[in-house]
């Protein structure tokens, strides 16, 4: 986003697109030849090592920020990084065309940063395959449990930037998302 305080609006959405996001896949792949959704057959695929790492950004107040230390309810962050750990594992469960992963690894860390918490979510399995999901279920929870963490004190904070920052071990390749 250009300016930090704006929303997100059709506008900008159109500036990011023009700043160089990633084209868009030719063909959905979870959709049939008739249109209808449907699960994706990754029977074929070969089993190997795939991770992905997401971020999130909680945008809060410096009243809020100064807070996170006596928080009532405990340690926002902590309980941050436990939900965001449960949710990837839970990502099937919430996302209907994800398959089922044993995952191997799930890692998030919270930091306090100027302007609020960036989170980031690394997810691992090996299986047919990737993680991105799973690792962005983790971020955007950890970020939803801050705000319920700090909400008392500022209904104006906002979730922000849930993205895909790499990803590693599938077919399409390599990602790594410029982040300048």
């Given amino acids: ?6 929303i997100y609006s059709a506008e900008l959405i159109v ?8 084209d868009a896949t030719p063909q959905l792949s979870h959709y049939d030849e008739t249109g209808q959704a449907h699960m994706v057959d990754v029977s074929g695929k070969t089993a190997k090592r795939r991770e992905a790492v997401a971020a999130a950004f909680v945008e809060l ?3 809020v920020l100064a807070a996170l230390p006596k928080n009532p309810k405990g340690n926002p962050l902590e309980v941050a990084r436990f939900a965001g750990i449960q949710a990837a594992k839970q990502t099937a469960n919430l996302i209907p065309m994800c398959h089922p992963l044993a995952l191997s690894f799930v890692d998030v860390q919270a930091q306090v940063v100027e302007g609020g918490v960036a989170i980031e979510a690394t997810a691992a399995t090996v299986a047919g395959t990737g993680v991105e999901m799973e690792a962005m279920v983790a971020a955007s929870i950890a970020a939803l449990t801050v705000y319920d963490m700090t909400k008392a004190l500022d209904k104006g904070i906002r979730v922000r930037e849930v993205m895909l920052v790499r990803k590693s071990g599938g077919k399409s390749g390599e990602y790594r998302r410029e982040i300048v």
């Fill in 15 to 22: 500036d990011d697109l023009a700043d160089g996001l990633p």
């Fill in 61 to 63: 107040s410096d009243a």
């Fill in 1 to 6: 986003m250009k300016k930090k305080d704006s």
